[in-house]
């Protein structure tokens, strides 16, 4: 038996660059459909190094569950990327914010308009908040879930269609472009052959609150975007208090830090131990700083238009 960590890299590119089965003039939708499909037979398991599964209580990545309570609706079409940062600013400071108010914020210094908000702006509102942000971009699934192993908050962009199912099945040929952020609060690893990623997303006015989605689902819809995302520098203050199994001295939830070390074999360093602080957002005064500002010009031009 080979019992070998894989790499998620190579599980999640090797499934989505491989190369479909020859199409014949005779095949129908249900082959080509077929061809596209996500091989979620690729997805491991986790083994020791005796090779025994390893497992753990709650296979669970983030707090859905505690960040589910800050979920809204957006009261617009373009302020989406405005009400996810919403819930993460309450979460942080414990108080109600509209989102009135950070319309109003956002509006003021130009980084909102009726078309929405341009990625470069995206975080803005956090920083405005006293809440230290980073932005990546050409990320992974592994990047998502050691940002969620320390507790941070992360919001990415998606193409809004493929999410809620709403594209046409070949329109990843056509057009490839994300117009919507949503709030991934968590990585549910139950069963790991079929990962679901958690999100709150503000675009669904009755039940946007942790809303589950197939992990093959979410990176179809997030590749649109570039695999772009902004991420919190650090968790909540208090964040142990909240969040059970979170060790404020390592700034990780440590079981399931290791589970997932045991599936992946590059999870670990991925987790910056510079940025492992459970500590407040930062007493400074408010900034507007970019958090687009270490991005090279040619990065930035392969981003969508707005989100």
């Known amino acids: 038996m080979n019992n070998s960590i894989p790499d998620l890299d190579d599980v999640t590119t090797a ?3 491989a190369e479909p089965p020859a199409l ?4 129908d939708m249900a082959d080509v459909m077929d061809a596209l499909a996500f091989d979620y037979d690729a997805v ?3 083994w020791d190094a005796e090779g025994n599964v390893v497992t753990v209580d709650n296979p669970v990545v983030g707090t859905p569950g505690e960040d589910a309570q800050f ?6 079409p373009f302020t989406c990327a405005v009400v996810a940062q919403r819930g993460i600013i309450e979460a942080f400071t414990g108080e109600p914010i509209s989102e009135a108010q950070l319309v109003y914020d956002a509006t003021a210094n130009g980084w909102l308009s009726d078309g929405g908000m341009s990625p470069l702006d995206v975080g803005n509102l956090l920083e405005l908040y006293n809440i230290p942000c980073h932005v990546d971009m050409g990320a992974t699934v592994e990047d998502l879930m050691a940002e969620l ?16 199912d709403q594209d046409f099945p070949l329109e990843d040929f056509f057009e490839q472009s994300a117009d919507h952020a949503i709030w991934v609060t968590g990585v549910d690893m139950s069963d790991p052959d079929n990962p679901m990623v958690i999100i709150n997303d503000s675009g669904k006015p009755e039940d946007g609150a942790g809303n589950a989605y197939p992990l093959a689902d979410f990176v179809d819809a997030w590749e649109d975007s570039g695999f772009y995302y902004v991420a919190t520098d650090n968790a909540p203050p208090d964040f142990h208090q909240l969040a059970a ?3 404020p001295e390592s700034g990780l939830f440590t079981d399931i830090a290791n589970y997932i070390g045991g599936l992946y074999s590059d999870f670990v360093p991925r987790i910056q131990p510079e940025v492992h602080s459970e500590s407040a957002a930062q007493s400074a005064p408010p900034t507007a700083d970019n958090p687009f ?4 010009d040619a990065e930035k031009e392969s981003l969508f238009k707005s989100i």
């Open 245 to 247: 199994g979170f060790d």
């Open 71 to 76: 979920w809204q609706p957006q009261t617009t």
């Open 15 to 17: 499934a989505l660059n």
């Open 293 to 296: 500002a270490s991005l090279g």
């Open 44 to 46: 491991p398991t986790a």
């Open 24 to 27: 014949t003039p005779e095949s």
């Open 149 to 164: 192993t320390q507790g941070h908050k992360v919001i990415v962009g998606v193409d809004a269609g493929e999410l809620w």
